[in-house]
C-alpha cells in the first residue's frame, strides 16, 4: 500500500475545493442549513482548542451536504476588545495592524486543515460593514427604552483602565488579570435593558432540548428568580420612604434596624449636614475599595456605621436606626435591607458588635427563646410570635397573608426580585464599536440617525500612555453636529463591552 503523504494529498484536494468552489454556498431548492461554531478571538495561533470545535463543526457540514442539505457554513473573527490593545502595547504596535495580521495567520491555517467555509461570507466584528448593524442594534433599542445611560458604581479595572461587567468579575479579579482586584468606581455608563427579559429567559431555560442540567442550573442561578415583597420603611423628620425587597416577610415584627448599601444614592442625600457626614463618607470611600466577593464572604468582618437618621418599622412602629453596612450590595434588590437579627446569622452578629436591640419573632414549637439567652441566630421553621394578628402561626405560612396585610395598607407588595442586572456596556477603550450617541448642550443625548451609520471608529489613532483611549482627546472623532438642532456637538467616545458584538 502506497504511504499516506498529507502533504501532497491534502494540498491536492484543498487547492481543487478552492478552484470549484466547493462550499461556496448559492440559493437553490435544496433544503437549508446553518452551520456556524463560535467565532475565533484572532490571537496569533489556532491552538487544539479550535482543532477539536471547528472539527466537530467541519463533520456536521460535511455530513449534512452528503444528505443533500444546501449547507450555509461561514467563518469570522471576533476582533474587538481588550486583548487585541493589550497584544499592541506588548509588542508597540497598532490594535488594528495586530489584529488583522493575525486573522491572515490564523486564515490561512485554518484553510490548510480543509475546513468546509464558504471564505466568501468571512467577517469580521472589527470591521465597520460588521459593525455598523451593532450600532443600528443599539439605536433601535435606544428608542424603546431598552438602552439608557445613569451615573452607577461600576466594577473597575485599573490594569485593564476601563469598566467590567459583573460576570467579568471572578472571585473579586479582573477576568484578564487574575492577581488585579477590582474596585468600584461611580461613573456615567451606558446599559442594556436585560433585566425586562428577566422572566423570559427564565422561562426558555425549559425549553433548550439538549443542554446539560449543571449548565441550566447555573443559568437559573444566575438569573436568579426570588418571590417576596417590598416594604416601606418612612424615614423620621424626612419626607421619604426607603424601599427594602425581602423574601422574609414573616420577620417584619422583628426588624430592629436597617443597613443600605455604602454605594446607595440615599447615604450622601441623608447624611448631608449630619454630624455623622464625615465618618460615613470615609468608611463608605474605605470599602468601596474592597470588592463586592470580599466584603459579603463569610470570613469578612462584618462592619458598618450609623448615618445619625432613623425609619419606622411599618409594622411596630417602633424607631429603627439606619447604618451603612459593608456586606450589603447595591445590586440586590433596592440596595437597602431590613436587619431582623433573631433570624439572621449576619444580622445577629452586626447586632451584637454595635449593642443594637434584639426582637424574636418566631420560636419553635416546643420551647420558648428568649433575647438575652440567645448565642445565635435561630433560623429554623416555627411559630409567630411578638407579630401582632399573625401571631401562633406558622412562620411560613404566614409569608402570603402578611403579604396581602402590607399591600392593603400601603406599606409594601408583593414583588419578584431578580438577581440578573441591566448589562453595563460602556468601555472606556478604544479598540472597540462606538457608541452611535451625540451629546448636545441643548439637546441632550441624541441617536446619531440611522443613516449617518456607520460611526466610524478612526484606525489613525495611537493609544495613550498606559493604554488610554485616543477617542476623547481625537477632536476630529469626538466634534460633530446635532442632528436636532444643527448645533455644535460632542461625540461620545465610549465603546462597546466587545461581548456585544457576539450578542446579536
Not at 271 to 289: N, Q, W, Y
Not at 330 to 337: D, H, L, P, Q, V
Not at 400 to 413: T, W
Amino acid at each position: 500500500m502506497e504511504r499516506y503523504d498529507p502533504q501532497a494529498l491534502e494540498i491536492k484536494w484543498q487547492s481543487s475545493w478552492e478552484k470549484e468552489g466547493s462550499f461556496k454556498v448559492t440559493e437553490d431548492k435544496r433544503k437549508k442549513y446553518y452551520l456556524l461554531e463560535m467565532f475565533p478571538y484572532p490571537s496569533g495561533k489556532i491552538h487544539m482548542g479550535h482543532v477539536r470545535n471547528y472539527a466537530i463543526g467541519d463533520v456536521v457540514a460535511r455530513y449534512k451536504r452528503m444528505m443533500g442539505f444546501n449547507v450555509l457554513h461561514p467563518m469570522g473573527w471576533d476582533a474587538f476588545g481588550m486583548p487585541a490593545e493589550n497584544a499592541a502595547i506588548e509588542n508597540n504596535t497598532h490594535p488594528a495592524k495586530w489584529t488583522y495580521e493575525n486573522i491572515d495567520y490564523m486564515r490561512s491555517q485554518l484553510q490548510r486543515m480543509g475546513f468546509s467555509y464558504d471564505w466568501d461570507r468571512e467577517l469580521a466584528t472589527c470591521r465597520a460593514e460588521y459593525y455598523c448593524w451593532e450600532q443600528l442594534v443599539f439605536l433601535r433599542m435606544f428608542k424603546k427604552g431598552l438602552a439608557y445611560k445613569k451615573k452607577t458604581y461600576v466594577n473597575w479595572c485599573e490594569l485593564c483602565q476601563t469598566v467590567l461587567a459583573n460576570e467579568q468579575v471572578v472571585d473579586g479579579c479582573c477576568w484578564r488579570h487574575p492577581d488585579q482586584e477590582v474596585a468600584l468606581k461611580e461613573m456615567d455608563s451606558w446599559f442594556l435593558k436585560i433585566t425586562d427579559y428577566a422572566k423570559e429567559l427564565l422561562d426558555y431555560c425549559d425549553r433548550l432540548p439538549g443542554w446539560p442540567e449543571k449548565v441550566l442550573t447555573m443559568q437559573r442561578n444566575w438569573i436568579g428568580e426570588s418571590h417576596g415583597a417590598t416594604i416601606r420603611f418612612p424615614i423620621v423628620d424626612v419626607d421619604h420612604v426607603i424601599e427594602v425587597f425581602t423574601t422574609r416577610q414573616d420577620t417584619v415584627f422583628g426588624a430592629t434596624f436597617l443597613c443600605f448599601a455604602p454605594e446607595h444614592p440615599l447615604v450622601k442625600e441623608l447624611t448631608k449636614g449630619m454630624d455623622e457626614e464625615k465618618e460615613v463618607a470615609e468608611f463608605v470611600e474605605r470599602t468601596l475599595k474592597v470588592d463586592t466577593f470580599m466584603r459579603t464572604a463569610d470570613f469578612t468582618a462584618k462592619e458598618g456605621v450609623f448615618t445619625g437618621r432613623y425609619c419606622l418599622n411599618p409594622m411596630t412602629g417602633e424607631e429603627m436606626p439606619i447604618y451603612v453596612a459593608n456586606f450589603v450590595l447595591y445590586e440586590y434588590g433596592t440596595g437597602a435591607i431590613m436587619a431582623v437579627p433573631t433570624h439572621d446569622q449576619r444580622d445577629f452578629e452586626f447586632a451584637k458588635k454595635y449593642g443594637l436591640s434584639l426582637k424574636i419573632v418566631i420560636k419553635p414549637v416546643d420551647k420558648e427563646l428568649t433575647e438575652e439567652e440567645m448565642t445565635e441566630a435561630y433560623v429554623d421553621e416555627g411559630i409567630l410570635v411578638n407579630s401582632g394578628p399573625f401571631n401562633g402561626m406558622q412562620n411560613m405560612e404566614a409569608l402570603e397573608r402578611i403579604a396581602d396585610y402590607l399591600e392593603s395598607k400601603g406599606m409594601g407588595h408583593k414583588a419578584v426580585n431578580f438577581r440578573l442586572k441591566d448589562w453595563g456596556i460602556s468601555r472606556q477603550r478604544y479598540w472597540g464599536a462606538p457608541i452611535p450617541v451625540i451629546y448636545c448642550p441643548k439637546c441632550c443625548g441624541v441617536p446619531v440617525p440611522e443613516d449617518q451609520l456607520p460611526v466610524v471608529l478612526p484606525l489613525d489613532l495611537d493609544l495613550k500612555e498606559g493604554g488610554r483611549s485616543p477617542l476623547p482627546y481625537e477632536a476630529a472623532f469626538y466634534e460633530t453636529e446635532c442632528p436636532r438642532c444643527s448645533g455644535p456637538a460632542r461625540r461620545e467616545t465610549d465603546t462597546m463591552d466587545t461581548f456585544v458584538e457576539s450578542s446579536w
